[in-house]
């Protein structure tokens, strides 16, 4: 007899269905004894589903954006990376890069070029302290602008239909997947 | 490996052409904009907004610094010593 039609007792959540999977806790019906590759299968199944939801995301977000983000809003999620995730692993790599690699690409000293010696030395360190400080910083910023974004767009295009957390959500992905276009584009700066 | 200041404008230009574009494309689809000057006219006033509210933050945050920071190097700095 097969599982459907069994009484399931789940050993996770104490609910007694029936089917493949508890429908309280998602626990699966069958589990067998762990064995060693068990810990090797789990991990690269964690890893495959990270990948597939980051790349479905990246597609959705490159060739329909809104659409996309509309259908998350409205409640088709499943297959999305998570937006907080999206801006953090985006905001991550732009804060590594830019922090990494600005000295090498851009001179702060030809922005000083005309100011005498003297004047240059007393400023020089502030902005360098400055431009560091914003870098380092850099995922606040697009954090703040995200909630900004998502106020206006939804006050000024929103007509009632969108509030201020589904604005934002909308801007996690739209600014995150700019920035991600920007980044695509630093490499420019070498040529 | 330093570059131009010219190289660093025109990225920073050409990108943030891309993102503005990118933007305005996002939300004629999320808004489900028609008209596509309409769209173009809302998302460059809400980018307009978000930025003047960034730029008054920004401008407290330079009157604090100023306030806080070390104003001989500054007075210095901007007067030349003088």
Redesign the interface.
Known sequence: MSHSHDLIHCKNCQNEYHGHYCPNCGQKATTKRLVFNDIFSELLNAFTYFNRGLLYTLKMMST????S??EYVQGKRVNHFHPVNYLLLIGGVATWIYLHYWD????MD??FQNM?T??QK??MP?VKK?VHFAFENYTYQLM??IL??G???V?????E??NWVEGIV?HLF?LS??EL??LL??P???F | ?????I??YA?SL??SL??MV??I?????????ENTWS?IG??L???L??GV??AV?SGFGGFF?SLF??KA??I??VT??K
């Open positions: 329909r954006p809104g659409h983000v509309r090498d690409l851009f001179n030809i922005m005498k003297k004047e007393a400023i502030f400055a703040f602008s900004l974004y106020f206006f767009s006050k000024i295009l929103g007509k239909r969108y909308l739209v997947h700019s276009i920007k584009l630093f420019f700066l070498f | 490996m330093k570059n131009s200041i190289g660093f990225q050409i990108s891309i993102s990118y933007m494309w996002a939300y004629k689809q999320f808004f489900e904009e769209a809302k998302t006033l809400a980018i907004a978000a509210v960034i933050v610094i920071g070390d190097a500054l210095n700095a030349g010593g």
